[in-house]
């Protein structure tokens, strides 16, 4: 049975130094034997599919076209997902959402995930209720299976066998334009690995859920940021002295991301991974 408690928790600007980060193996092609590795299938823009042993989650993986800048899964993808069809990766246990954008988010797939399974759960803001419980489905049993997060700076914790998740609010980028949006950055443990997923923010806005969820004293091994993060030489202290994780994973890239840039952030970062390629597949091992 899933659980619901609230926890509260208390460089340099040189090329990035992998003896301060350690790093993952990291794959496109999986060994013989994948016992031990984390999975992860790429489904547009900050989508995300992960994987340890027969535990799934996917985040911000269930999205529609929005516009040209983002790239999106088509709906046999999407299809496949959902009904654990999708080549390697098993029925997902938990799909979160980071905020309502429709770049990250689709009330009518994550509808579509919850009437799938009575065993199928989304976490995501308070302001997707409505896109995804309304009285036009069945009310009681999805709105039960649905976690919203309290946008409270407080860290929030779901728990599952073999999975758990530290939800907090962290503000959206642009918070001028933004400041109605709610953004939760997610911590997710899946087999022992730790992957943080920020969803669309910058680094002051990062600075003070990070600190919440005790980022420093755990062993990140994945950081999956917005690419506009890591398009500076600064952004190199940021990411050691924050999260210093052992991969980084770059996300929202967007179709016409010059090979210039490309290659600036490959060398920026040691030990980073592009998601530019939908369907693309990446193994992990400690």
């Not at 301060?20 to 060994?31: R, W």
């Not at 993986?61 to 496949?80: S, W």
């Not at 994550?110 to 199928?120: N, V």
């Not at 997060?149 to 998740?165: C, E, L, M, Q, R």
Request: hydrophobic residues 35%.
């Amino acid at each position: 049975m899933y659980s619901i408690c609230l926890i509260a928790c208390q460089t340099n600007t040189s090329k990035q130094d992998s003896s301060t980060t350690g790093y993952l193996k990291h794959q496109t092609v999986p060994d013989s034997d994948t016992e031990n590795t984390l999975k992860l299938v790429y489904t547009g823009n900050m989508g995300v599919c992960l994987e340890y042993d027969d535990k799934t989650v996917i985040i911000d993986g269930l999205h529609e076209y929005y516009d040209k800048p983002y790239v999106y899964p088509p709906e046999t993808m999407v299809n496949q997902l959902i009904k654990g069809e999708f080549k390697d990766f098993s029925k997902i246990e938990f799909c979160l959402f980071t905020h309502l954008h429709g770049d990250h988010f689709s009330g009518k797939y994550a509808k579509q995930y919850l009437e799938s399974s009575d065993e199928a759960y989304v976490i995501g803001s308070s302001q997707l209720m409505k896109d995804v419980v309304t009285l036009h489905t069945k009310l009681d049993s999805m709105s039960s299976r649905f976690f919203p997060v309290p946008y409270n700076k407080k860290a929030h914790s779901f728990n599952a066998t073999g999975i758990k998740i530290e939800a907090i609010q962290c503000d959206h980028t642009n918070p001028k334009r933004h400041n109605k949006t709610e953004n939760i950055a997610y911590l997710v443990n899946l087999g022992g690995y730790n992957i943080l997923h920020v969803g669309d923010t910058d680094w002051s806005l990062t600075r003070e859920p990070v600190k919440t969820l005790d980022i420093k004293n755990k062993t990140l091994d994945i950081a999956i940021l917005p690419y506009w993060l890591l398009l500076d030489d600064s952004d190199i202290s940021q990411v050691n002295d924050l999260l210093a994780p052992k991969h980084i994973i770059a996300t929202h890239i967007p179709p016409d991301f010059s090979k210039r840039d490309q290659k600036e952030l490959r060398e920026r970062f040691s030990n980073i991974t592009l998601l530019m390629q939908l369907g693309e597949v990446h193994y992990f091992e400690k």
